[in-house]
């Protein structure tokens, strides 16, 4: 077969190939491309991508040689394509040194191939970089649409009873961030994701959220080995040795039973979030397996979010009243509103609907009830000539984004007409510098206003003792927890603790308030303190509004 004959076989060949880009067969054309450079006499085709004009004009592109004999060249052709506005794509074929010169109608040839070669190149360049856009994100990591199309191509294909699934976020990335600034730390996470990875192993993938948050599919066989990277795995900071830090994660993790079936992708997120949600609570611990009584207690939140918008219109929800009683004379010298819920004639304990609605503004609307009703109490108590006493409302830490806070607050309080002395607004501990501000905000507000704060479970927070010396609360109200059971070892750690809170209390001018008091001898406790008042079953459970009343029509709790 003569050259022309043979070049004709060839072109005919690599534009088969090239129709349908989908089914483009790589070798095929890198072989075709081989055979015509021998045919048109080149010794070497070089193409080079830039995806910017920087790269072009540093001359630092993405180089693809498909034919290279080894020969010494001495004169090339180049051509070059502007593929978009950033993007060009250049290639260059060569002559080898002391053979004879290409003729016109080589010439022209090579040009086709050139712009072919060009064409295709580019083309898959574009289509790598198109794929890398889609399942990757800016760092390098690989996004959740890949992690959704591996999820489905292992589910579908072969299922995943011999998975595991988790996701995470990297505990305490904040403060790393802070210390050792944004490149750094990044390195850090990468080489901490990297780490993964390699436990991870074939098979299984780790994917990017975004932020610190990752998901994970990976064999069970490697699952001890993952758990005690999540526990705390040392990383390298710097190139130098500058140090190592310890990273460690919360982390939802899903163990596929043997007879699951993998049906729908939602599903498994569902189950890995369940657990997720309850790591980063801090109420299970860092790691949480997920089971089916996540699953019901999922069905369980999305029930009281839809009934409680109705709850708060029918007022299903009542308002308790917990008796806070002076231990010097034991009378009642104020107490807590608290919320309960009766639905269909049941009663929906604190624990059960509380939760939920602070995992969202919901609980500030069940707050702005509770003030609400406590007002309308106040007021009919007042009218009625019946004892009123001050009534403590709390505020979820939620409000503290409110600038419009105080006045929502006073706008209730004076519709009803009460007093504010007899209205006390109870916050507890924050942790962050932030939540500090606009919580000394509120509370000076709040004072200024004459009305009463107490900050609340004190003792059981991680916030320094800034908290009570920048901030003008009026009370103190100390955790049950923080409360000695009894007077045996005077000497031990949480009585030398209770006794010196309740006189730095007392000397900074706060009034005392210990909650979950449940026995004689803690009333003991108490008085030998000189903390003030008392909240406890000792003396009273949470009260409906008509019994409270009748205790404060007798107001005196005699002693055992």
């Known amino acids: 077969m003569d050259q022309d004959a043979r070049y004709y076989e060839q072109l005919e060949r690599l534009t ?3 129709v349908s880009p989908e089914q483009i067969s790589l070798e095929a054309v890198y072989a075709i491309l081989r055979e015509l450079c021998c045919i048109l006499r080149v010794s070497k085709a070089v193409t080079t991508f830039f995806s910017s004009p920087g790269q072009e004009g540093a001359d630092e592109g993405d180089v693809f040689t498909a034919y290279d004999n080894g020969a010494e060249t001495d004169k090339a052709l180049i051509i070059r394509n502007e593929l978009d506005s950033t993007m060009v794509g250049k290639c260059a074929v060569y002559h080898a040194k002391g053979d004879a010169p290409w003729t016109e109608a080589e010439t ?71 210390e050792l600034g944004r490149e750094m730390s990044n390195k850090v996470m990468k080489e901490y994701i990297l780490k993964l990875e390699e436990a991870v192993g074939e098979g299984g993938i780790v994917s990017r959220l975004g932020g610190d948050n990752f998901v994970l599919l990976f064999r069970k066989q490697n699952l001890d080995q993952i758990i005690r990277m999540f526990e705390g795995t040392p990383i390298q900071i710097g190139d130098n040795g ?200 509120i509370v000076t507000g709040l004072q200024e206003a004459g009305i009463y704060t107490s900050v609340d479970d004190f003792g059981i927070g991680y916030s320094s003792l800034n908290m009570l010396r920048e901030i003008p609360w009026n009370i103190l109200k100390v955790d049950k927890n923080f409360l000695p059971l009894n007077e045996q070892a005077t000497q031990n750690r949480q009585n030398i603790m209770f006794h010196h809170v309740v006189n730095m209390a007392k000397e900074i001018g706060l009034t005392c308030v210990a909650e979950g008091v449940e026995t004689r001898e803690q009333v003991e406790i108490l008085r030998k303190n000189g903390c003030d008042i008392a909240q406890g079953f000792y003396y009273d459970k949470a009260l409906p509004v008509r019994e409270f009343e009748k205790r404060l029509e007798r107001n005196s709790y005699p002693e055992e």
């Not at 790598?128 to 489905?152: E, P, Q």
């Not at 007042?382 to 006045?407: C, Q, T, W, Y």
């Open 16 to 18: 088969r190939e090239m």
């Open 108 to 178: 022209a040839r090579i040009d086709t191939i050139q712009r072919m070669m060009l064409y295709f190149v580019s083309k898959n360049r574009m289509r790598a970089m198109l794929y890398k856009a889609t399942l990757y994100d800016d760092a390098g990591f690989s996004n959740i649409r890949k992690f959704t199309h591996a999820v489905n191509q292992i589910g579908n294909e072969q299922g995943l009873s011999e998975f595991c699934a988790a996701r995470i976020d990297l505990k305490h990335f904040s403060l790393i961030n802070q």
């Open 242 to 441: 500058e140090g190592r830090v310890m990273m460690s994660v919360h982390a939802g993790v899903l163990v596929f039973p043997e007879d699951y079936y993998y049906h729908d992708f939602t599903d498994l997120m569902d189950r890995i979030i369940n657990a997720y949600n309850a790591a980063k609570s801090g109420t299970r611990g860092d790691i949480v397996f997920s089971n089916e009584k996540m699953l019901e207690q999922k069905e369980h939140v999305m029930r009281v979010k839809q009934i409680f918008p109705v709850a708060l219109q029918n007022e299903e929800i009542l308002i308790f009243y917990q008796p806070k009683i002076s231990v010097s004379t034991n009378t009642i010298v104020g107490a807590e509103a608290l919320s309960r819920w009766y639905h269909n004639g049941k009663l929906v304990m604190p624990m059960d609907f509380i939760p939920v609605l602070e995992q969202s503004m919901d609980i500030c609307k069940l707050d702005f009830y509770v003030l609400d009703h406590v007002c309308r109490d106040i007021r009919r108590w007042l009218d009625e000539g019946k004892p009123a006493v001050r009534i403590s409302v709390n505020l979820s830490r939620r409000h503290l984004i409110d600038l419009d806070l105080l006045d929502r607050i006073l706008s209730i309080i004076d519709s009803h007409r009460v007093p504010h002395h007899f209205i006390e607004i109870e916050l507890t501990e924050t942790t962050t510098d932030v939540e500090f501000k606009d919580l000394k905000r």
